[in-house]
């Protein structure tokens, strides 16, 4: 089993929403769409599952083209950002309704529900309505609905996006876990890089209707191609400055920093991405090197850190572990380290990390 | 936290207090007045106690009148609903048709309601009138000044070509506010059209819906404008709906007391189907 999309482009009026796209999902894997709002995600899985057409292009399903053939035909399902249930069906009902319009016997029915049900820890509340539930109960029937249909192709379009931060935790916990044993192809979409970390198996980094980067989560993670790729793949953002290499010494541009690389690059002017997190207010690796700030902000997320410092014209995120309160507007001394540190060229694919 | 109590607040409610006393409270209480007493004019009243009351209950003048407005509210609301959902639902939802739509569907909303009936009357006129005109050409025996049930005929569809529209525009709203994402999902599951509006597009509705009922339900039961226009209640009291029956008791034969009594049951029937239409809509919210 495997779903490929050839050369698919979507345009609608003169905007273009898909450019050119191939990728191949195989089975039993799941798939991260990672990229920002209007980067393509919804579209790219409307045209996956057959709610949308696209311009050009052919999609193969099991080595068959299925462009064009109905998303009834299809066997797929989806869950979106907004809890989609139908509003006056029970929980069981609603669980049911994708099995009984295809005309499955009462009893194979009821087990399924029964099971699927018992998966998402909806059994207590089989019969209630999806008003009478909270948004994180509304969000497992709907994946419910999604799952025992034994899709071959389930789609999830943000479905953790409209919950709070502690019930999001919680099912993406649960997610990777609900698909492990499945005979079928998941594509997630996110806008979150802590999403496709967190559920791992694949990752297509998007930007603007193009796919950026295809390949295993941590592979892309780590070893982004290029600096788009890496952007779109970090949060908060990433840090990123020009340097001059010159021997083993390497150096911003302006001169503030300077450490030893052993890197095997050649001389030359490179960018580097430095990943917030590897911006620290204490030391952290063999080979950290300092570099000092004036801070613009501090503020703290969860138990983490985040400060924004300028370092002459360049701005900079830091992310430390643990509380570290920092004045606005005081100069301060952090490290960052360099063994993490990814070097890009001149037109920004990524030449070596580390 | 300490309240300092400042009692000069009760003047910012005293504005209110008089208009609603001068709208609502002093006419109402004036036809209660009346309703209890006799008067033969220069201001002589004589005391009668409930007895209007019973006059008016018992009569079959308001028996029959009272038939006739809730036979005329039961049917148009029986056309107008359905029929409104039923253009809602096949309004263009994007484009151009949008605003042309919209803009068609309220012209009939925005024409005062005795044009209403001057227009209907004129247009139904057996000998000039358009429609009367082609009725009759076609071989209808048709009169609606003459014959009751093309008088009824003629002031339902009255009420249908002038208040459908409000049931397309509320609908159509509610219709608008469901998110693509759940046609898409029923898509994906194969219902058929049918089950998307008996399943998905009915219960998003209902609350629109829910007010469309009551707004024409208390127009409807309280119509007298264009009747009167177009048939004056006629022919005979064919069509005399209550408040049309109303108004020929107090003004045609200067009965002000049992006309009194006859507001009073009116105005209480409307509070109570009201009631029960509000308590049925909480219920429902309670409920979800």
């Known amino acids: ?354 | 936290m300490n309240k300092t109590i400042n009692q000069k607040a009760w003047f910012f409610v005293i504005p209110v207090f008089i208009l609603v006393a001068f709208n609502a409270a002093i006419p109402l209480m004036t036809v209660v007045n009346y309703s209890f007493q006799e008067t033969f004019g220069n201001n002589v009243f004589a005391w009668e106690g409930t007895r209007w009351f019973k006059q008016i209950l018992l009569s079959e003048r308001f028996h029959a009148a009272l038939a006739r407005q809730i036979a005329f509210t039961f049917i148009i609301l029986l056309i107008q609903i359905p029929l409104g959902i039923g253009i809602a639902l096949t309004m263009p939802k994007k484009g151009w048709g949008v605003p042309v739509c919209l803009i068609l569907m309220s012209m009939p909303l925005l024409i005062p309601w005795n044009v209403v009936g001057a227009m209907w009357n004129i247009f139904a006129l057996p000998d000039i009138g358009f429609l009367g005109h082609s009725l009759n050409g076609l071989g209808f025996d048709y009169n609606f000044t003459q014959q009751p049930g093309d008088a009824w005929f003629t002031t339902i569809l009255m009420d249908v070509w002038h208040w459908t529209s409000l049931v397309v525009l509320l609908s159509y709203a509610g219709l608008n506010s469901i998110q693509p994402a759940y046609y898409q999902a029923a898509e994906i599951d194969g219902a058929s059209r049918w089950a998307i509006f008996r399943y998905i597009e009915l219960p998003k509705m209902k609350k629109v819906l829910t007010l469309a009922i009551l707004l024409r339900f208390m127009d409807s039961f309280m119509i007298y404008t264009e009747p009167f226009v177009l048939t004056g209640g006629g022919p005979g009291n064919t069509t005399a709906f209550l408040s049309i029956d109303l108004v020929k008791m107090a003004l045609g034969q200067f009965d002000l007391g049992p006309a009194a009594a006859m507001s009073l049951i009116y105005f209480f029937i409307v509070l109570l189907v009201c009631w029960v239409f509000y308590n049925l809509m909480m219920k429902n919210e309670a409920q979800s």
């Open chain 1, 1 to 354: 089993m495997s779903l490929e999309l050839k050369n698919v482009e979507k345009k609608v009026g003169i905007d273009t929403h898909i450019y050119p796209t191939s990728i191949k999902l195989e089975k039993n894997t799941i798939n991260v769409l990672l990229g920002s709002t209007l980067a393509g995600k919804t579209t790219l899985m409307q045209i996956m599952a057959g709610l949308d057409k696209p311009t050009s292009g052919e999609i193969w399903f099991n080595e068959k083209n299925v462009t064009g053939m109905k998303v009834q035909k299809r066997n797929c399902s989806m869950v979106y950002q907004q809890f989609i249930n139908y509003p006056n069906y029970t929980v069981y009902e609603n669980i049911a309704s994708p099995l009984e319009i295809t005309g499955v016997n009462s009893n194979e029915i009821k087990k399924r529900v029964g099971k699927v049900a018992e998966l998402l820890k909806l059994s207590a509340m089989l019969n209630k309505k999806p008003d009478e539930l909270s948004g994180g109960q509304q969000q497992r029937t709907a994946l419910a609905r999604a799952l025992v249909k034994d899709s071959d192709l389930i789609l999830l379009d943000e479905p953790l996006a409209n919950l709070d931060f502690k019930l999001r935790e919680e099912l993406r916990e649960e997610l990777p876990k609900l698909f492990e044993d499945r005979d079928c192809i998941v594509v997630y979409a996110t806008t979150e890089p802590s999403d496709a970390l967190m559920i791992g198996g694949n990752t297509a980094t998007l930007l603007e209707g193009k796919v950026i980067q295809y390949g295993k989560t941590l592979e892309v993670y780590n070893k982004p191609e290029n600096l788009i790729s890496a952007k779109v793949f970090s949060d908060p953002p990433m840090n990123i400055a020009e340097i001059k290499k010159n021997g083993d010494i390497c150096r911003l541009t302006d001169n503030s920093v300077q450490w030893k690389s052993s890197t095997k690059i050649k001389d030359g002017t490179y960018k580097i991405g430095i990943r917030p997190h590897n911006i620290t207010t204490y030391k952290e690796g063999n080979n950290s090197v300092e570099i000092n700030g004036k801070v613009q902000i501090s503020e703290l997320s969860g138990s983490e850190s985040l400060i924004h410092f300028t370092n002459g014209n360049l701005n900079w995120v830091s992310l430390s572990n643990g509380i570290q309160q920092k004045n606005v507007g005081d100069n301060t001394k952090l490290y960052m380290n360099t063994d993490e540190f990814l070097y890009f060229d001149q037109n920004n694919r990524l030449v070596n990390n580390g």
